[in-house]
């Protein structure tokens, strides 16, 4: 796929070993919509991104209620941006075990390790301990969620030229590209 190419040549360009951040904005039960950063942990064959998750997260209900969802990575290198919109899905720890332990692995001991703080968005306790680093060998707690989103289009909008350049991919025509007006 076209767009598929294009975004991780220019993933590599820009974070280099870097983590991959991207923006992913929900919308919860009464359709206010929300942003946050997530890292991008894997893009595989098919286009589908993944990202580690806490199932005790808003984002974590909110998805799980309304699996419509877009990310966006800004490439300020390049002067570029990718939103790619589609369905997500969190999958927990007994559905796929074998994703979770390999993604739990490539993780740094110090994002491991907040999978075992308290509850996030709850009132801070002063006694709460938290947790520093969490090597990989110690399995994944229960809240360790996969995210993954199922792209049904992709929008690419380059600012390097004048005027812009924008396309867009989807899905129901086999990912053929279209240039459109900026």
């Known amino acids: 796929m076209q767009w598929l190419d294009e975004l991780r040549i220019a993933l590599e360009r820009e974070f280099a070993s870097a983590p991959q951040v991207m923006m992913l904005a929900t919308v919860d039960a009464s359709c206010a919509p929300h942003v946050r950063c997530l890292v991008c942990r894997r893009i595989d064959e098919e286009g589908r991104l993944y990202a580690a998750t806490d199932s005790r997260t808003q984002k974590d209900a909110e998805l799980k209620s309304n699996s419509r969802a877009e990310i ?79 792209p049904k289009q992709v929008d690419r909008l380059s600012l390097e030229h004048h005027p812009h350049r924008r396309r867009i991919w989807r899905s129901d025509t086999s990912w053929a590209g279209v240039d459109v007006n900026p």
């Open 72 to 150: 966006v990575f800004w490439l300020p290198k390049l002067r570029t941006q990718y939103r790619i919109s589609g369905c997500a899905k969190m999958v927990a720890y007994h559905e796929d075990e074998q994703l979770h332990k390999e993604i739990w692995r490539q993780m740094s001991n110090e994002s491991r390790s907040m999978f075992f703080w308290p509850t996030p968005g709850v009132a801070a306790d002063t006694d709460n301990a938290f947790t520093q680093a969490v090597v990989g060998e110690v399995p994944p707690p229960r809240n360790f969620e996969i995210f993954i989103l199922q």
